[in-house]
């Protein structure tokens, strides 16, 4: 490590147009949906879900699928309804849920159509040194959410943030989802949400992709499910201002990512666990 990150001269805070804040003063943000759209009426299903799950309680929402998984293990697998099927869907989800919605992006092209439908824009991990799409992604204005890639360390996340901020733009979100060694796992390293916290800008911990077991199944990436509540707690304590959960009406039966997302029966419990640390931390 080359020293101490450098603090952020501003406050750590970015806003989500029209809807409300991430960072410092706020409350916790969850970021939760399918890991990718199955279809108009299973979104809709699951942003309803997610809406009444988040009534009454302090947290922000902020509705996450994507409309095409590129990275996938084989071939075979299947990736989702498309950009433009996928983006009238999730606009869909915005208009009847008044929740903003956030999408993972693969090129500067797809960047310039999704951040003029979504509030945020997600960089992929493994994209995050992609530095025409962080920069394309960046020029939308709507708030960058990136993640810092399996194979970095969190203080190379400096390099990242600094493509976007000469692109115009300090609404940065930086998600760490696990580091990886190899060997079909992810290793947390919890030092890595100060460490991003350190650059000025919020941070978010991805507790669902951080329990991947990558090609553990062959074909397919495996994961433990069971550990997602013991990292998303860990996360909170160290920090983090918001939360990202793959969430689904019956995880075992997703197109994607079936072994470690939640089922939406889990999340009010795992909520209220987790408000409990960020009232006190």
Same mark, same amino acid.
Not at 17 to 41: K, N, R
Not at 247 to 254: G, K, L, Q, T, V
């Given at each position: ?123 992929? !991990?493994?994209?995050?040194? $992609? ?6 992604? *960046? #020029?939308?204005?709507? =708030? &960058?959410? %990136? ?71 062959? !074909?397919?990436?495996?994961? $433990? ?6 990292? *998303? #707690?860990?996360?909170? =304590? &160290?920090? %983090? ?41």
């Amino acid at each position: 490590m080359n020293g101490k990150p450098k603090e952020g001269i501003l406050k750590r805070h970015v806003e989500v147009d029209g809807f409300f804040g991430i960072g410092e003063g706020e409350p916790l943000t969850i970021i939760s949906g399918p890991c990718v759209i199955e279809g108009e009426d299973s979104a809709l299903r699951a942003a309803e879900r997610l809406k009444k799950i988040m009534e009454g309680r302090p947290c922000n929402l902020i509705y996450k699928s994507s409309y095409d998984k590129a990275n996938r293990s084989s071939v075979h697998s299947y990736r989702g309804p498309s950009l433009d099927g996928g983006l009238r869907i999730l606009e869909r989800v915005r208009r009847e849920f008044n929740m903003p919605i956030v999408t993972d992006v693969h090129s500067p092209e797809e960047a310039e159509i999704v951040g003029a439908v979504c509030d945020m824009v997600q960089v992929p !991990a493994f994209l995050c040194r $992609q530095t025409d799409l962080v920069c394309a992604a *960046a #020029k939308t204005g709507k =708030v &960058v959410s %990136v993640k810092k890639g399996q194979f970095l360390s969190p203080w190379d996340m400096k390099n990242v943030i600094e493509k976007i901020v000469e692109s115009g733009n300090r609404r940065i979100l930086t998600i760490d989802r696990g580091t990886s060694f190899g060997y079909n796992n992810l290793v947390s390293d919890f030092r890595a949400i100060p460490v991003m916290a350190g650059f000025g800008f919020p941070t978010c911990f991805d507790a669902t992709h951080s329990v991947q077991l990558p090609g553990s199944l062959g !074909a397919e990436t495996g994961g $433990q499910r069971e550990f997602i509540l013991n990292l *998303a #707690k860990a996360a909170v =304590v &160290v920090g %983090v201002d918001a939360l990202f959960f793959e969430a689904h009406e019956s995880p075992d039966h997703a197109k994607c990512d079936a072994s470690s997302m939640l089922s939406f029966d889990q999340l009010p419990d795992f909520l209220d666990a987790l408000q409990r640390i960020f009232e006190v931390r």
